[in-house]
């Protein structure tokens, strides 16, 4: 199968030039361990089923021999052996070199089972599926970067190759790399179908060691779905997954299965943004419900592109998630993040993008042209109240957004008089 560039290539080989190891994070069959592969010289793969019980043998004994080789060395999975942590560690600080390690997982860390945190030794990244600019989708005629360094630059009349349809079958399809070498469109949406039986049945019981249901798995993963991108309460999330009485659930026990979900990067919620332009009372503070793939969402809710094609509002919040996915994709840097900000009064913005160097742009996911010109006014006024705060504010000035855009699944990209930059998802790169 052809390897594909990712934009996590260059941050791996960046990370390893600065630090002694790295642990490449994310869901499971986004790609962690092939792009990691491409730039390792030695392998070892602790769920081989032909030598898994020697390399926990050998760890209990002398972690360190699992080390040895040419640098530097892919630990695949390490967490199955999570002495292998203290090991690395231990071997960075005796080495003093950067470049030594790279770890590989589809869970969140156990702090629980690690006697030392790695900070400023084992540096921590976070890969996601493919954006559409990786799987060879989008164009990539508007870099983002390039957007930020010169917010004033021409995007008028640059044109995306996807149809409506395109961007569909994409969210549906997912970015799971195991979908490029597949013929069949059928065949690419069984890949996400698969992905979440796999998580229901095996990987929430597996990640820490207690039984789940994976009658409940399953039901929490619909409830979420159909709540996607919505600020949707826990007491409604519950209400949802125990409505049909197929399953019986309480509080705790939901809490339970999406901190596990969380852990297996499945859930991927967004958190508030809370600029002080309106009183605390009337800014949103609870979570964005998010899965960190849109096609997650759409094989939850049994959904296809054929249903969706005539369901375009429930599209709508799933083309959200496809957008904030990409974002995330485009913006690997340390301390960039996404937040969103809704108030009492009906004002958000989907997205609000945090570079590391605190620039920032306020995005609003709109896939259709009927939307953006609600979506302009919801950006400007923003954008005219951080304005009014700053003019009484003499001691902390909030900083203004660097762009105001509106990514569409439509063709066309260009500026609004207002400065609002309309841009199609299918045209974006990082």
Partial sequence: MRYLHRIADDVLKERLEAFGAVLVEGPKWCGKTTTSQQIAKSVIKIQDTDMREEYKATAASKPSLLLQGSTPRLIDEWQDIPVIWDAVRTMVDERS????????????VDKTKILHSGNSRISRMVMLPMSLWESRESNGKISLRSLFDDPASDIDGITSDMSIEDIIFAACRGGWPGTVSLSSDRAKLMIAENYIDTVCREDISRIDGIARDERIARMI??????????????TSLLEDITASGEVTASMVTMDDYVTALKKLFVISNIDAWSPAIRSKTAIRSGVKRGFIDPSIAVAAMGLSPEALMIQLKTFGFIFEQMCIRDLRAYTPDFNTHISYYRDRYGLEADVVLHLSDGRYALIECKLGSADIESGARHLTELQRLIRQHNEGERQVPLREPDLLIILTGGRMAYTRPDGVKVIPLGCLKN
């Avoid at 070199?97 to 969140?108: E, H, K, R």
């Avoid at 993963?221 to 826990?234: E, M, P, V």
């Fill in 97 to 108: 070199l950067p470049g030594q390690f790279i770890l590989t997982g589809s869970n969140a």
């Fill in 221 to 234: 993963l619909r409830a979420y779905a159909r709540n996607i991108s919505t600020t949707a309460k826990n």
